[in-house]
């Protein structure tokens, strides 16, 4: 028997409990902050027990870890690294999808020690990004090839048919972690050049890109550079890892930077208060018209859409962000007959041994199901189950930190993703086929070169 603690009953827990209870002998808890969402959860399975358990007390979490083999993570990013410290003390593996932060690198050493398996960036972006990208570099590695250039993108979006509001965008989870996102800074690789994008330059940077026959935009995503070693791919000159969104976001999301939304500073509204009342106290209260006088035509509609220059109340929140997420969640949600969508996709420059270049594009489109799961849901949550019962199997056994960058992990994950209709369907051109700037021009465009 096999006994497994899943840590939060949020957006992506049903798809891993679901996976993880096809196999008899796989014992799962399922503990969450608010037991009743976890009964909820757990009573869809035959035989996973539901808990209370706050993860931010971590006496608490080391006491329930006791006789378990698994732990998998699926609350915010912020509590990962005192669960891991609560999994190393109690020799307990642990599985999260989210990126490896500086405070989990820190617990590298005493995760070695301890003798268990540590993964993360297991889920979507980062995830299968990891997994598809990898085989593609191993197989140019084997044959004496290099990798030149590397760009990936990524984006969870709704369906085409189901896209039908000014953002191009809808929020299937809270969106203040979409939000929080656009506020970091950038950095990627271009020509052996370091660039880097400050935060509130990331929606400018913005270009335009046509991915599996949809009109869409990119922006670079965190830091890029540092998976040049991560990949093994040392000779890369260029490398980008983006966020892919419908085209016209990240005009709009500019349009709120500049009305201070998406600042996460302390506020003390007034009771009552409206959305233009609440423009003017962010905004120095200066006039209407002066406000708007900076925005473009396509922000100033779709702010307008949103209701932000409305006499609608505001919700009482301490940041601007939080109030802005509060009316993104109501005009913003995913209606019960609606569909989300994934998009991800690799374009590689690489050189045979004997000089000659060749490009290879690999491309993951998922939709989601109304009556099932979301593709967001699906595509983050199955990596994650995939990967924990490869642990629990011991197939994959690597004591410490680990990202799933090895062959013993995407080889059968790959597999296994590809058995549950997530399969990355990849192409290969050669110079008759596609010219070089042809295919480059696909991969960036002059705002690489800032």
Same mark, same amino acid.
């Given at each position: 028997?096999?006994?497994?603690?899943?840590?939060?009953?949020?957006?992506?827990?049903?798809?891993?409990? #679901?996976?993880? /209870?096809?196999?008899? #002998?796989?014992?799962?808890?399922?503990?969450?902050?608010? %037991?009743?969402?976890?009964?909820? %959860?757990?009573?869809?399975?035959?035989?996973?027990?539901?808990?209370?358990?706050?993860?931010?007390?971590?006496?608490?979490?080391?006491?329930?870890?006791?006789?378990?083999?698994?732990?998998?993570? %699926?609350?915010?990013?912020? =509590?990962?690294?005192?669960?891991?410290?609560?999994?190393?003390?109690?020799?307990?593996?642990?599985?999260?999808?989210?990126?490896?932060?500086?405070?989990?690198?820190?617990?590298?050493?005493?995760?070695?020690?301890?003798?268990?398996?540590?993964?993360?960036?297991?889920?979507?972006?980062?995830?299968?990004?990891?997994?598809?990208?990898?085989?593609?570099?191993?197989?140019?590695?084997?044959?004496?090839? /290099?990798?030149?250039? =590397?760009?990936?993108?990524?984006?969870?979006?709704?369906?085409?048919?189901?896209?039908?509001?000014?953002?191009?965008?809808? =929020?299937?989870?809270?969106?203040?972690?979409?939000?929080?996102?656009?506020?970091?800074?950038?950095?990627?690789?271009?020509?052996?050049?370091?660039?880097?994008?400050? !935060?509130?330059?990331?929606?400018?940077?913005?270009?335009?890109?046509?991915?599996?026959?949809?009109?869409?935009?990119?922006?670079?995503?965190?830091? !890029?550079?540092?998976?040049?070693?991560?990949?093994?791919?040392?000779?890369?000159?260029?490398? %980008?890892?983006?966020?892919?969104?419908?085209?016209?976001? /990240?005009?709009?999301?500019?349009?709120?930077?500049?009305?201070?939304?998406?600042?996460?500073?302390?506020?003390?509204?007034?009771?009552?208060?409206?959305?233009?009342?609440?423009?003017?106290?962010?905004?120095?209260?200066?006039?209407?018209?002066?406000?708007?006088?900076?925005? !473009?035509?396509?922000?100033?509609?779709?702010?307008?859409?949103?209701?932000?220059?409305?006499?609608?109340?505001?919700?009482?929140?301490?940041?601007?962000?939080?109030?802005?997420?509060?009316?993104?969640?109501?005009?913003?949600?995913?209606?019960?007959?609606?569909?989300?969508?994934?998009?991800?996709?690799?374009?590689?420059?690489?050189?045979?041994?004997?000089?000659?270049?060749? =490009?290879?594009?690999?491309?993951?489109?998922?939709?989601?199901?109304?009556?099932?799961?979301?593709?967001? /849901?699906?595509?983050?949550?199955?990596?994650?189950?995939?990967?924990?019962?490869?642990?629990?199997?011991?197939?994959?056994?690597?004591?410490?930190?680990?990202?799933?960058?090895?062959?013993?992990?995407?080889?059968?994950?790959?597999?296994?993703?590809?058995?549950?209709?997530?399969?990355?369907?990849?192409?290969?051109?050669?110079?008759?086929?596609? !010219?070089?700037?042809?295919?480059?021009?696909?991969?960036?465009?002059?705002?690489?070169?800032?």
């Amino acid at each position: 028997m096999k006994n497994i603690l899943v840590l939060g009953a949020g957006f992506v827990a049903e798809p891993v409990v #679901e996976y993880l /209870s096809r196999r008899s #002998e796989n014992q799962i808890t399922l503990a969450n902050y608010v %037991l009743a969402e976890a009964k909820n %959860l757990a009573s869809k399975f035959s035989g996973v027990k539901a808990i209370q358990l706050d993860v931010a007390n971590q006496d608490e979490v080391k006491k329930q870890l006791k006789g378990f083999d698994l732990a998998v993570s %699926l609350v915010p990013a912020p =509590f990962h690294a005192a669960i891991a410290k609560a999994c190393i003390a109690t020799k307990v593996s642990m599985v999260t999808a989210s990126y490896e932060s500086d405070e989990m690198r820190a617990l590298a050493k005493e995760a070695k020690d301890a003798d268990i398996t540590i993964l993360n960036e297991i889920g979507l972006d980062p995830g299968i990004d990891h997994l598809s990208a990898m085989q593609i570099i191993d197989k140019a590695h084997e044959k004496g090839e /290099s990798i030149d250039c =590397f760009v990936s993108w990524c984006g969870g979006l709704p369906a085409p048919e189901f896209n039908d509001n000014p953002l191009g965008y809808k =929020f299937s989870w809270a969106p203040k972690a979409v939000l929080m996102a656009l506020l970091n800074e950038a950095k990627y690789l271009h020509q052996n050049k370091a660039v880097e994008v400050s !935060s509130d330059q990331l929606m400018d940077w913005t270009q335009p890109l046509e991915v599996s026959g949809l009109k869409l935009e990119g922006y670079p995503n965190r830091e !890029s550079i540092s998976y040049k070693e991560v990949y093994g791919i040392e000779e890369s000159s260029t490398l %980008l890892r983006g966020t892919l969104r419908y085209q016209g976001f /990240s005009e709009i999301i500019k349009g709120a930077h500049q009305l201070k939304l998406l600042s996460t500073e302390t506020i003390e509204t007034a009771d009552n208060m409206d959305w233009l009342e609440f423009l003017k106290l962010l905004n120095a209260n200066k006039k209407l018209d002066k406000l708007l006088l900076n925005l !473009s035509v396509k922000a100033k509609e779709a702010l307008t859409w949103l209701g932000c220059f409305s006499h609608t109340k505001i919700s009482k929140k301490s940041t601007p962000l939080d109030i802005f997420c509060d009316l993104l969640v109501e005009k913003l949600q995913y209606l019960n007959n609606e569909s989300d969508m994934v998009v991800l996709q690799h374009k590689f420059v690489i050189t045979k041994a004997s000089g000659e270049e060749y =490009f290879i594009s690999s491309t993951l489109k998922v939709i989601g199901d109304p009556n099932g799961y979301s593709a967001m /849901s699906k595509t983050v949550g199955y990596p994650v189950a995939i990967a924990s019962q490869l642990i629990l199997d011991g197939a994959f056994k690597k004591a410490g930190l680990q990202l799933p960058v090895s062959k013993e992990l995407y080889q059968p994950m790959l597999k296994c993703l590809k058995d549950e209709g997530i399969d990355c369907v990849e192409k290969e051109y050669t110079i008759g086929e596609k !010219s070089r700037k042809g295919f480059l021009s696909e991969l960036y465009s002059v705002n690489l070169k800032r």
